[in-house]
């Protein structure tokens, strides 16, 4: 679904990322972990065309995509939920659900499975996302996402600052979706124990190169939680 062959990426003289390649698969959640400012946020923005690459390439459905605009790459079927959110603070819940239909027809329906994975936001219509919590503002920026149905979700340390029973919950949506089959999922995460349990794939980014990669059942084995520990 998702290829990425040694893209390198720098802001002024500095290096940012190093020849990273990754491949995300369908059906599959590939857990990226790693420090806080080692450019894992970077690696997603430049997936999604939010920051240049210098050199390198990024294949989505076998098509090379990293010339491309945000726009286009998320009409191509790519969902982004960005850390921190970003819901639209003055808008209601269905207006915020309806911005991630934003480049589909006038009248496009919001899915109503968006509703059965997140219940709660159903009974908070009409409630503006800014008076919702912080744990309802992150299950709104993932339906948000999931909107326009994507064939990739890529989603930035979802469980931050979010209190445990919604991350399971958030837990519970990222399984269900990828063994669903007809999606792929790219999934950043410190919280390590989240991570371990959702990865069928896991990459370690330190200083804007990958030390390590695998399988997610592998994690415990290959000492993944201390390459991570603050």
Same mark, same amino acid.
């Given at each position: 679904?998702?290829?990425?062959?040694?893209?390198?990426?720098?802001?002024?003289?500095?290096?940012?990322?190093?020849?990273?390649?990754?491949?995300?698969?369908?059906?599959?959640?590939?857990?990226?972990?790693?420090?806080?400012?080692?450019?894992?946020?970077?690696?997603?923005?430049?997936?999604?065309?939010?920051?240049?690459?210098?050199?390198?390439?990024?294949?989505?459905?076998?098509?090379?995509?990293?010339?491309?605009?945000?726009?286009?790459?998320?009409?191509?079927?790519?969902?982004?939920?960005?850390?921190?959110?970003?819901?639209?603070?003055?808008?209601?819940?269905?207006?915020?659900?309806?911005?991630?239909?934003?480049?589909?027809?006038?009248?496009?329906?919001?899915?109503?499975?968006?509703?059965?994975?997140?219940?709660?936001?159903?009974? /908070? &219509?009409?409630? *503006? %996302?800014?008076?919702?919590?912080?744990?309802?503002? $992150?299950?709104?920026?993932? #339906?948000?996402? +999931? !909107?326009?149905?994507?064939?990739?979700?890529?989603?930035?340390?979802?469980?931050?600052?979010?209190?445990?029973?919604?991350?399971?919950?958030?837990?519970?949506?990222?399984? /269900? &979706?990828?063994? *669903? %089959?007809?999606?792929?999922?790219?999934?950043?995460? $410190?919280?390590?124990?989240? #991570?371990?349990? +959702? !990865?069928?794939?896991?990459?370690?980014?330190?200083?804007?190169?990958?030390?390590?990669?695998?399988?997610?059942?592998?994690?415990?084995?290959?000492?993944?939680?201390?390459?991570?520990?603050?």
């Amino acid at each position: 679904m998702l290829n990425v062959k040694n893209i390198n990426q720098y802001y002024g003289g500095s290096h940012i990322l190093r020849d990273v390649s990754l491949q995300a698969q369908i059906g599959r959640v590939t857990v990226l972990l790693g420090r806080n400012g080692v450019g894992k946020t970077t690696l997603l923005k430049s997936l999604m065309g939010l920051v240049p690459i210098r050199t390198g390439s990024i294949e989505f459905e076998g098509k090379a995509i990293h010339n491309a605009t945000p726009y286009n790459r998320a009409r191509a079927g790519i969902g982004f939920v960005p850390q921190g959110r970003e819901i639209f603070a003055r808008l209601t819940v269905e207006e915020n659900l309806r911005m991630g239909l934003a480049y589909k027809p006038a009248g496009t329906p919001v899915p109503a499975e968006l509703y059965e994975l997140f219940p709660v936001l159903k009974q /908070m &219509l009409g409630r *503006r %996302g800014g008076d919702l919590s912080g744990g309802q503002q $992150q299950q709104l920026a993932i #339906a948000r996402a +999931l !909107a326009a149905k994507p064939k990739l979700l890529i989603l930035d340390e979802p469980t931050e600052g979010i209190q445990p029973s919604i991350i399971k919950d958030i837990g519970r949506v990222i399984r /269900m &979706l990828a063994d *669903r %089959g007809d999606m792929a999922i790219l999934l950043v995460e $410190q919280y390590y124990d989240f #991570a371990q349990e +959702l !990865a069928d794939d896991y990459l370690v980014m330190e200083r804007g190169e990958f030390i390590a990669r695998g399988l997610g059942k592998d994690m415990e084995a290959q000492g993944v939680r201390q390459l991570v520990a603050i």
